[in-house]
């Protein structure tokens, strides 16, 4: 199993960045997929997170209404859409997986880890 994020950069504020999550090995539609960060000098913390098989989403509620997480079959990948960005969505962006049987979402609970893609938002 194995995850390759990318999609990171510098944007202004009110930017948009889409983000990218490259999963092989394995099936998407018996996994989770979340999404953390990690802002300089503060813990990680989960953005969203989406169980595959039926599409149910969860978003933190800083990023509620302004990030979208969505699939590409084709690719075996998933995004995290992320607009109107500001400063404070700046960090180290990690996309995670676990399987859809195992309970939750959260840091701990996640298997498998993609290396991390840096966000900044600054103008």
């Known amino acids: 199993v194995q995850l390759q994020a990318s999609g990171g950069g510098l944007v202004q504020p009110g930017g948009s960045l889409r983000l990218s999550c490259a999963a092989s090995?394995?099936?998407?539609?018996?996994?989770?997929i979340g999404w953390f960060r990690q802002a300089p000098g503060k813990e990680r913390e989960g953005v969203s997170c989406?169980?595959?098989?039926?599409?149910?989403?969860y978003y933190q509620d800083s990023v509620k209404g302004r990030f979208t997480m969505y699939r590409d079959n084709a690719k075996n990948t998933v995004y995290l859409q992320m607009n109107s960005l500001k400063p404070e969505d700046t960090g180290v962006y990690y996309c995670?997986?676990?399987?859809?049987?195992?309970?939750?979402?959260?840091?701990?609970?996640?298997?498998?880890w993609g290396q991390g893609t840096q966000v900044t938002v600054s103008s």
């Open positions: 090995g394995f099936t998407l539609d018996h996994y989770k």
């Open positions: 989406i169980k595959l098989s039926d599409g149910d989403t």
């Open positions: 995670a997986a676990n399987p859809v049987y195992k309970p939750g979402c959260g840091e701990i609970e996640m298997d498998h």
